[in-house]
C-alpha cells in the first residue's frame, strides 16, 4: 500500500509602502504602525485577485470532493498550511473564505499543520529560537481557535529545515515534520517516499518534488512530454511507485492563480480522486496519519549550515540569504528583537514580526535564469532596489522608533 499525501500551502505577505509614501504629521503612535509601514492597498488587491482565480473556486472544488468521497471505502483526505498573515487577511477582506476551510476541517478529512505566524526565517537566529518558538505556538493558537484541532505536524517556512529546528519543533510536541525530498540527502537506497527522523528523533515527511512539479509547474507547459497531463497517467505514476508514502507538496496558488483556470487544472483535480482510486494499493492519507501509521526507515542529518528547502534550484537557503542586501538587512532585522522586546509594547512587536516575512528577502534575489524569473515573477515592487530601500527603510525607521521609545520611557522613569 502507497499513501498519498496532499499538502497545499496558502500564503499572503503584508507587502512594504514605498518609502516616499510613509509620512505622517505630528507624533505616530504604535497603535498606527501597519497602515504607516504596510500597503493596504495592493495587499487587498492581491488578494482579491487570487480569492476569485483560486482561493474560492480551489476551495470549493476540494470541498465538493471530499463529500463526494466522504462515505466512500476510500474517502478524499487533504491537508493544509496556512500562514498566520494569509488568516488576518481572509478575515479583513473575505471571511466566507475562512467560513469555507472551517467547513474542510469539520468533515474530518482535513489536517491544518502548524507554521511560524508570519511565515517568517525566524527559525534560522537565535540559539534558544525563542522568537520563532513564539509564533509557532501563536500560530497554532489561531489554528485550534479557527477550526478546533491543534496542529500535530509541522511545516517550516518554505520547508527551512535542520537539525536545531527539527529539535525545536519536537520540543513542541509535535508528532513530525514536512520538508524538501532534496536529492543530496537521497543517497543510496534512500528515497522521499519513506518516514524519516531527525537526529533528535523527530519523524519527517519529505516532498516528493518530482511528482508534485508535474502539477504545480509543467501542468501547462506545452512543450512538456507528458502535455496534456491527464488525471488517468499520473494516478498510473502514483501507482508505479512501490515505496510507503508520496507526500504532494505544493503552493496553493498554483491552482487558478499561476496556473489558469484554462488550462484545465480544475478539470485534472477534479477527475484525479476517481483516478487514484482505480489503483488498489494507492489510498489518501494525511501527514498525521502517515506518520503514525508508518515505520521509521532512516535518519536524516542536516546540520544548521546545510539547511534545506524547497526553493530554487539550490534548495537552500540562498533564495533569502544569498546576497549582501538579504544578509544585510537579516543582520538589521535579528538586531532589532532586543530593543523591540525591551518597549514591551505589542504594536512594536506585532511590526517587527511582520517584517520578519521571507518574501521581504525573497524580493532581494538578484538569481538569474529561470529561478530569477520566479523571484520577479512574485515581487509586488518592480525590481529589487526598491524591494531592497522599503525594507531597509522600514527596518530603520523601526529601530529609531522603538531606541526613542525605550529612551522617553527610561527618563519618565528616572524623573
Known amino acids: 500500500m502507497t499513501l498519498v499525501t496532499f499538502f497545499f500551502f496558502a500564503h499572503q505577505p503584508e507587502r512594504l509602502l514605498p518609502y516616499q509614501m510613509r509620512s505622517v504629521e505630528g507624533l505616530l503612535y504604535p497603535d498606527r504602525y501597519h497602515e504607516y509601514y504596510f500597503d493596504e492597498d495592493i495587499n487587498s488587491d492581491v488578494f482579491y485577485k487570487v480569492a476569485e482565480k483560486c482561493y474560492f473556486p480551489t476551495t470549493r472544488l476540494l470541498l ?5 468521497h466522504k462515505e466512500t471505502e476510500k474517502p478524499f483526505k487533504i491537508s493544509f498550511g496556512l500562514s498566520g ?3 488576518d487577511q481572509a478575515a479583513r477582506y473575505a471571511p466566507e473564505l475562512i467560513e469555507l476551510f472551517q467547513l474542510l476541517a469539520k468533515t474530518g478529512c482535513v489536517e491544518f499543520t502548524g507554521e511560524t505566524y508570519y511565515h517568517s526565517l525566524s527559525g534560522l537566529f537565535g540559539e534558544d529560537r525563542s522568537e520563532f518558538r513564539a509564533q509557532v505556538i501563536k500560530h497554532s493558537d489561531k489554528i485550534e481557535e479557527l477550526f478546533g484541532r491543534r496542529p500535530t505536524v509541522f511545516r517550516n517556512t518554505e520547508c527551512l529545515y535542520n537539525n536545531a529546528i527539527a529539535e525545536a519543533v519536537k520540543s513542541l510536541g509535535f508528532e513530525g515534520i514536512i520538508t524538501e525530498g532534496v536529492d543530496r540527502l ?3 537506497w534512500k528515497s522521499p517516499d519513506f518516514v524519516y527522523q531527525s537526529p533528535s528523533g523527530l ?4 516532498r516528493n518534488y518530482g511528482l508534485s512539479d508535474d502539477i504545480a509547474y509543467r501542468f501547462p507547459n506545452r512543450g512538456w512530454e507528458h502535455y496534456p497531463l491527464k488525471a488517468e497517467t499520473f494516478a498510473g505514476w502514483l501507482a508505479e511507485n512501490t515505496d510507503m508514502n508520496v507526500t504532494l507538496a505544493m503552493d496553493y496558488e498554483a491552482l487558478g492563480e499561476h496556473i489558469w483556470a484554462e488550462t484545465g ?3 485534472f483535480i477534479k477527475a484525479l480522486p476517481d483516478a487514484i482510486k482505480q489503483h488498489e494499493l494507492l489510498e489518501f492519507s494525511t501527514p498525521t496519519n502517515t506518520i503514525r ?3 521509521i526507515v532512516g535518519t536524516l542529518d542536516v546540520n544548521p549550515f546545510s539547511t ?6 539550490e534548495r537552500d537557503t540562498s533564495a533569502w540569504l544569498g546576497n549582501e542586501m538579504q544578509q544585510f538587512a537579516f543582520e538589521e532585522l535579528k538586531d532589532l528583537q532586543k530593543p523591540i522586546l525591551e518597549t514591551g509594547d505589542p504594536y512594536f512587536l506585532e511590526t517587527w514580526r511582520r517584517m520578519q516575512t521571507s518574501d521581504h528577502f525573497y524580493y532581494l534575489s538578484d538569481k538569474s535564469l529561470s529561478d530569477g524569473d520566479v523571484h520577479k515573477y512574485f515581487s509586488a515592487y518592480g525590481s529589487l532596489f526598491e524591494s531592497f530601500i522599503r525594507l531597509q527603510t522600514a527596518l530603520s525607521d523601526l529601530t529609531n522608533r522603538a531606541k526613542k521609545f525605550n529612551d522617553e520611557r527610561e527618563r519618565g522613569i528616572a524623573e
Not at 519523524?203 to 519529505?206: C, K
Not at 534545506?308 to 534550484?313: E, G, L, N, P, V
Request: charged fraction near 20%; avoid cysteine.
Open 186 to 188: 537521497m543517497e543510496g
Open 203 to 206: 519523524p519527517i515527511l519529505l
Open 85 to 87: 498573515t494569509f488568516l
Open 265 to 267: 487544472i480544475f478539470e
Open 308 to 313: 534545506i528547502s524547497w526553493a530554487d534550484k
Open 293 to 295: 501509521k508508518l515505520p
Open 64 to 68: 465538493d470532493l471530499i463529500y463526494q
